[in-house]
């Protein structure tokens, strides 16, 4: 007979093994599923496993300072090119561009790849700065 917890037994656990599930379920005793169960079901065991989370992405920014204050070439770039993007720290933009299923239909035809609509579109932004910029 499977073993029934409370919940706040579950989420003390979540909380002891820092939200790593395989650990919690090896604490209690039960399966991963078992503590997912709970997880679903339990406000108390989805906000443990939240606080555990919020406090491994706390420890990891705290690390992260660490490194940069320090020196580090690396964690600085990456620092920048994240929480720093809003301030033009960034490597390439990403737009999103939207095609109809009936042009891509018909550039499928014509042999026409996806990443050719996007190089032939560049190309025609990059000619019309030049244009307007001369």
């Given at each position: 007979?499977?073993?029934?917890?409370?919940?706040?037994?579950?989420?003390?656990?979540?909380?002891a093994t820092r939200g790593f599930?395989?650990?919690?379920?090896?604490q209690l005793g039960c399966t991963r599923s078992t503590v997912y169960d709970y997880i679903n079901r339990y406000?108390?065991?989805?906000?443990?496993v939240e606080d555990a989370r919020a406090n491994m992405l706390d420890t990891a920014?705290?690390?992260l300072w660490e490194q940069?204050?320090?020196?580090?070439?690396?964690?600085?770039?990456?620092?920048?090119k994240t929480i720093g993007k809003h301030r033009g720290y960034i490597g390439r933009h990403d737009i999103g561009l939207a095609l109809s299923p009936e042009t891509m239909a018909m550039?499928?035809?014509l042999g026409i790849s996806k990443q050719d609509i996007v190089?032939?579109?560049?190309?025609?932004i990059r000619a019309?700065?030049?244009r307007v910029n001369s």
């Open positions: 007979m499977a073993r029934r917890y409370k919940a706040q037994e579950v989420a003390d656990a979540i909380i599930i395989t650990y919690t379920a090896r406000d108390v065991c989805k906000q443990a920014e705290l690390r940069i204050n320090d020196g580090d070439t690396t964690a600085i770039i990456f620092t920048l550039a499928s035809k190089r032939e579109f560049e190309a025609l019309e700065a030049e």
